[in-house]
């Protein structure tokens, strides 16, 4: 069976997302399971250093035992053999927030994200915050350049717009009026800061996704809103 997607809305690694990520590690194999933090939405602004400790001590407050900051940092080293084999063989891998056209442009088509995928056929947990959750999904909005791009395709007919009880809420009603016919179908995942979906499991088998944290999802699609809270389970069309 293929693994699990863990989608933040953003302010990772602070208290409230404790439980969502908690969980993926659970789902991941638990305290042993390899952790791989992928830092490279920071590295325009030579954060990714900074950035990929600050996961690794989070993740280690939560229990892990075995967790690396990667130094993929650009298109190159998306295409390292040394870096890509270490995603082959992880069993969580969390893509920080960030930049988010830099991250999805040094991922697609890269020898890495091919791993990351081949990891995640095998049962792996694949998460990502804010960029990291919007590169992940088919499309994702590119707020520097104000269009959206093509996402990883991870999944499929989506597009995240995080941080959505600040600022993400504006992009919402900005796509919902500048939405072509090809993306007239997109499902548009509002996620909150300190809020996660997890396509989550029980019993060893999918129950669709669960909210975890203290805010809300909020989905738009065909002009219908729909919020879902904490403990909630819903399935995307």
């Known amino acids: 069976m293929a693994g699990y997607i863990l989608l933040e809305g953003g302010a990772e690694f602070e208290g409230e ?15 042993d399971a390899f952790v791989s933090i ?34 993929l940092i650009d298109k190159a080293t998306a295409n390292d053999s040394a870096i890509a ?3 082959r063989w992880s069993h969580l891998i969390y893509l920080l927030g960030g930049f988010t056209g830099y991250l999805g442009e040094a991922l697609q088509d890269s020898t890495s994200w091919q791993e990351m995928l081949a990891a995640y056929e095998s049962g792996a947990v694949i998460a990502g915050s804010s960029a990291g959750a919007m590169v992940l999904c088919q499309y994702y909005y590119d707020p520097s350049k104000r269009k959206i791009a093509e996402g990883l395709g991870l999944v499929p007919n989506t597009c995240v717009l995080p941080h959505h009880n600040t600022f993400g809420k504006d992009w919402a009603q900005w796509l919902g009026h500048n939405k072509s016919a090809p993306y007239a179908h997109v499902v548009l995942l509002g996620i909150d800061e300190h809020t996660g979906m997890l396509d989550d ?14 805010g809300a999802v909020t989905l738009y699609h065909a002009g219908k809103t729909t919020v879902y809270t904490t403990g909630q389970t819903f399935k995307l069309l």
């Not at 992928?38 to 075995?66: E, M, Y």
């Open 38 to 71: 992928i830092p490279t939405a920071a590295a325009p602004d030579n954060n990714a250093k900074r950035a990929g400790n600050s996961g690794v001590r989070w993740f280690q407050r939560l229990g892990a035992r075995n967790v690396e900051a990667l130094p």
């Open 201 to 214: 499991a029980e019993g060893g088998k999918k129950i669709g996704w669960r909210v975890y944290g203290q």
């Open 17 to 31: 997302m404790a439980r969502a990520d908690r969980r993926a590690l659970e789902l991941a194999g638990g305290a």
């Open 85 to 87: 084999r270490k995603l």
